[in-house]
């Protein structure tokens, strides 16, 4: 107990020495010469992520007295710098830079620690821990298509591949556009697309979900994924498993309450950190689609710091602190129903300062001490070092006692200067401080600027620096006029810091003061200047004030200051500005009260203040209000209001208002060098008060006979200041203004001359630009006649190379604005001048300004050409920049040539002869674009030029690449021939085959007009079969057909044509009764013997006992084309496309799930080698129909008409 008790009185003796150490000055004129340990001033980041393209720096900056020598750790281990030939380190600097090129990156991660060194102590900087990053491919998978029925939830998933930093997700579609997401289509935090409830037209094959790697600024993509949304009112969970629906509702069509589709369950729980940003997300199915809300059980959401994403599925609450732990819920509400999810949220914290310990500087046998105060949620460990060693492992050291996070350093002694650090840590991070501890002797010196004046106003408190450092801690002593002793008491504080304090100032305690510092080592002193001034006071306030509506009102503000002190009026409107389109300002406050008027008023402007008042001309009921004066300077203020009530105005007889008369009587008194007064008259003002006066005037010696604006005053004045130009022959005349108008002018004032002088400005404009190699010019904006100043004006030209030691080069020219220079380099900067000057001297230094000689083609080629080919339509291009010095000129930038060679379906000797180069220009300094519009299955040729203003530079080596296949064009043409009951087809291949052919569907179905009113018939045919003749058609009546191409990649767009059969017509013949004709008497015979004779030959040979089969029979008619059909069973099936699964009208299928070919030959089996059919990733039929025969649950009535194959399958896809 007693050991406590000592202990305690022992620390509160430490912290009463510690209250004298010294802070660490921050004048660097005072660093400069003091010894001081190392401290570092910059590091990298903990967690430093690296880009293997580019070298590795890591940043260690310190800064001491010596300066310090740095050395590193990797992986707790001594890190050689100087035997790793990949490995440097920056002169006079602890940084590393790491090159990588040709080595494994990974060889370089690592955790490392930096240490700097001087003979006052070592500092160490963070445990910096080197990554690379990482942007790894997505894993191979099939992705199976997905059909859905309409109205339920679906989840697609990105699940992009885990890369260093984490990837950003987004969704896109072929043609890279996002995918557009609302209240409906959400994407979630982890990357994965949401349905609330799905729709039709959310039927697409291109879900695409994209990865971008920020730190290699690479982009991955998943395969596409298919949706196919079924609207199923009528079929039941049998049917939808035969269409494989991935998800299957027993009331497709209906509305239902909504659900969490994310998170799971009632509840779920979150973990944050103190100070980062907390993401809560519920995302929840329904239809009608839910509305989201949140809050807090027990408070309310942070307002200031919480914004609410994605339709507020995502609330973010930024720099989280303890107060935000809770629990947080999100209520899911449709017209059906709510449903609510409880997130607990917890918040730990890694380890943050309370107060880091601060750097000390103790003089001899003095005490100090050092603190270590942080927080976090586990709490925090806290370890010491010393010189970066841990404390328990240094040597010992009595003058040092540790208590967790206190370091008491007592009777230190020179040359124990040391750097301690201090290490705070849990599970969730850690800090390190470094904190020297110098132990100087230093005379004292005074740090406030000497001979500082201080002012004041009476009455107010003053306060007298004195900044001072030394050590040990310099007493401070303070004088006034350097006789008498000031000392702590009633009027005077003198405070730790130095600084005297005066409660009230009074004009008595203005003078000199001197403040004088004193330590064992020394003695220094300062004086400074105290002015109390006496306060600003309004002497005369403005009064109340009623007025009629179109008079003035006008208030007073009479004011006392000090005189030594700059007044400034200002009047307010209902604590607001006066308006400033209707302001007028007419006074200009100098010291001394002394006025000077100028005038800045707006023709129109209604408010006048000048040096004691406020004047509100033509007063309307938007102006009452109350009016506020304030007199300001730069030590106080005073201010006094009133207020001002508009009343209806008393009626008066009809006023004639006329233009006012010309002033008279122009008057030049004070005259000088550069100014004159001009006074005159006012003419009468005809019932409309004049507003403003219009002073212009005539150069008889430049341009005679031309009257120019000069200046405007306020109607009131009656005289104005006038400032003049030398070498100008002035002639003055003045108009007056009121509402009506402008008053003739007056007459001309006599002449008044300003003697010549020197220019008063300089050529505007001037700019330097190279027309052509090998020259610059410098041309520039040239002086009037007005600004000459003086006869023989003319312009010295100077000009030299920028960042080039060379003597300035200088022509004098006359009558130009411009100068050409010859001989200069190609594209170099250059300083330019452009002075004036004329007989009476030089004008003012003139001002430099850069330009550029002139351009010239460019000298080399982009190096690195890459193409990435996206699509069959769209390939991406990447170049290396070319350096700067072989642009000679302003970079205006690149431009890519590409051309189609040929299709890859052509021979070398079929190339396209006639295609013309494509050129795409990309501005700036980019160093990629994308190229448009390719034609599929193509071979391309590509270069690139640089560009600037001159022009292209050469061509890059030419980068050939290939696009793949895409869905082909039309056919070329389709001609139909008819017949009575047939029509026969003829058509050509498409013109652009975009891929190799792989065969043609024909669609084909009776037409009414533009009315389809058949059945659809379709019908494939290899790539070798151009014709079809379809018989057994209806006569006289209109078909339409469809026709299109395949590819690999898919169908085409096809290419539709109409048709018709003939008519039946009966020809007249005369009537001939052909029973009585001979030759069809004799025919009729001959037909009947021989039938005679065919019937006893059959009789004859089935009496000699010859038998047929039943079974054989049978067998025999097996062709389910004459089966009978019963016509009550059957149903039709539906043709399913490949492309968008949109059903044709009238397509069937046999009742046997046979496909017979009695009107087609054509058949994939023709093509095939065996085995099932299958399909490509763009669901395309690629395989042989296999001819498995599969029993429908709803057999089809037998067709007419022969179906294709495909469509046979595709009946029941």
Partial sequence: MDFRLSFGVLLMVFLCHMTSALEVPLDPKVLEGLPQPPTITLQSPKDYIFDPRENIVIHCEAKGKPHPSFSWTRNGTHFDVEKDPKVLMKPGSGTLVIDISGEKAEAYEGTYQCTAHNDHGTAVSNNIVIRQSRSPLWSKERIEAITVQMGVSLVLQCRPPAGLPPPVIFWMDNNFQRLPLDRRVSQALNG??????????????????????????????????????????????????????????????????????????????????????????????????????????????????????????????????????????????????????????????????????????????????????????????????????????????HTRKVDDDTVILSNVQSGSSAVYQCNASNEFGYLIANAFVSVLAEPPRVLTPPNQVYQVITNSPALLHCATFGSPIPTITWFKDSKISIKSGDSYVIHENGTLEINVAQSQNSGKYTCIATNNLGIKENHVFLEVKEPTRILKQPEYKVVQRGMSAIFECKVKH??????????????????????????????????????????????????????????????????????????????ASAMLTVVEATPTPAIVYEK??????????????????????????????????????????HQPNVWVNFTEVPGMSTTAHLDLSPYVYYSFRVLAKNQVGYSQPSQASRQYRTNPAAPDDNPSHVQGEGTEPGNLVISWRSLTGLQSNGPGLEYKVQWRQKDVDQEWSSRTVANASQLVVSGTPVFAPYEIKVQSLNDYGNGPEAEVIIGYSGEDLPLSAPDGVLVMVHNSTVAEVHWEPVSSHSIRGKLKGYKVYYRRERGLHEAEEEADQESQDQVLTFNGNLTEGHLPGL??????????????????????????????????????????????????????????????????????????????????????????????????????????????????????????????????????????????????????????????????????????????????????????????????????????????????????????????????????????????????EDGSFIGQYSGKKEKDTHEGNESSEAPSPVNAMNSFV
């Fill in 660 to 701: 006012p008369d010309p002033p008279t009587d122009l008057e030049l008194t004070d005259q000088t060098e550069r100014s004159v007064r001009l006074t005159w008259i006012p003419g009468d003002e005809h019932n409309s008060p004049t507003q403003k006066f219009l002073i212009q005037f005539e150069d008889l010696l």
């Fill in 192 to 397: 994965d697309l949401y349905f609330s409830n799905v729709l039709s037209e959310d039927t697409r094959n291109d879900y695409i979900c994209y990865a971008r790697f920020p730190h290699t600024q690479t982009i991955q993509q998943k395969q596409p994924i298919s949706v196919t949304v079924l609207e199923m009112d009528t079929m039941n969970e049998t049917v939808a498993s035969l269409y494989n629906i991935t998800k299957f509702s027993a009331n497709p069509a209906g509305e239902y309450r909504p659900g969490f589709m994310t998170p799971l369950g009632d509840t779920s729980t979150e973990m944050v950190l103190r100070g980062e940003t907390l993401e809560l997300e519920c995302i929840a199915e329904g239809l009608p689609t839910p509305e989201m809300s949140w809050q807090k059980d027990g408070g309310e959401l942070p307002t200031s710091r919480v914004s609410f994403l994605n339709y507020k599925k995502t609330v973010k609450i930024s720099d989280v602190s303890e107060a935000d732990a809770g629990d947080y819920t999100c209520t899911a509400t449709n017209r059906l129903g709510t449903v609510d999810h409880v997130i607990k949220v917890t918040v730990k914290a890694a380890p943050f300062w309370i107060s880091a310990p601060r750097n000390l500087i103790l003089a001899p046998n003095e005490t100090g001490i050092l603190t270590c105060r942080v927080n976090g949620d586990p709490k925090p460990e806290i370890r010491w070092f010393i010189n970066g060693v841990p404390l328990e492992n240094a040597p010992e050291d």
């Fill in 562 to 639: 000090d005189p030594s002190l700059i007044p400034t009026m200002t009047w307010l409107k209902n604590n607001g500005k006066l308006p400033d389109d209707e302001r007028c300002s007419t006074l200009t406050v100098w010291p001394k009260r002394k006025y000077e008027l100028k005038s800045s008023c707006l023709p129109f402007a209604r408010f006048e203040v000048d040096a004691d008042s406020l004047t509100i001309k033509d007063v309307t009921d938007e102006d009452e209000g109350t009016y506020t004066c304030i007199m300001s300077t730069t030590l106080d203020r005073d201010s």
């Fill in 935 to 1176: 034609q599929p299955y193509s071979l391309y040729n590509l270069f690139i030029r640089v560009l600037n203003s001159k022009g292209e530079g050469p061509p890059s080596p030419d980068k050939q690449f290939e696009t793949p296949e895409g869905v082909p064009g039309p056919p070329s043409f389709l001609q139909v021939n008819p017949g009575l009951d047939s029509l026969t087809l003829e058509w050509g291949p498409p013109l652009n085959n975009n891929g190799r052919l792989i065969g043609y569907t024909l669609r084909y179905q009776p037409a009414n007009a533009t009315i389809e009113t058949g059945l659809v018939k379709i019908m494939d045919f290899p790539v070798n079969e151009t014709t079809v003749t379809l018989d057994s058609l209806n006569s006289s009546v209109q078909y339409k057909f469809d026709l299109n191409a395949k590819t690999i990649k898919g169908a085409g767009p096809s290419i539709t044509k109409e048709a018709s059969t003939f008519m039946e017509t009966t020809v007249p013949s005369r009537h001939v009764d052909i029973a009585t004709q001979g030759w069809f008497i004799g025919l009729m015979c001959a037909i009947a013997l021989l039938i005679l004779v065919l019937l006893i030959v059959c009789f004859i040979k089935r009496n000699k006992g010859g038998k047929y089969p039943v079974k054989e029979k049978e067998e025999a008619h097996q062709d389910p084309e004459i089966q009978p059909m019963k016509e009550d069973d059957g149903t039709f099936g539906e043709y399913s496309d490949t492309e968008d699964h949109k059903p044709l009208k009238g397509s069937r299928t046999p009742s046997n799930g046979t496909v017979r070919r009695d009107e087609s030959d054509d058949s994939l089996v023709d093509y095939g080698e065996g085995g099932d059919g299958q399909f490509n």
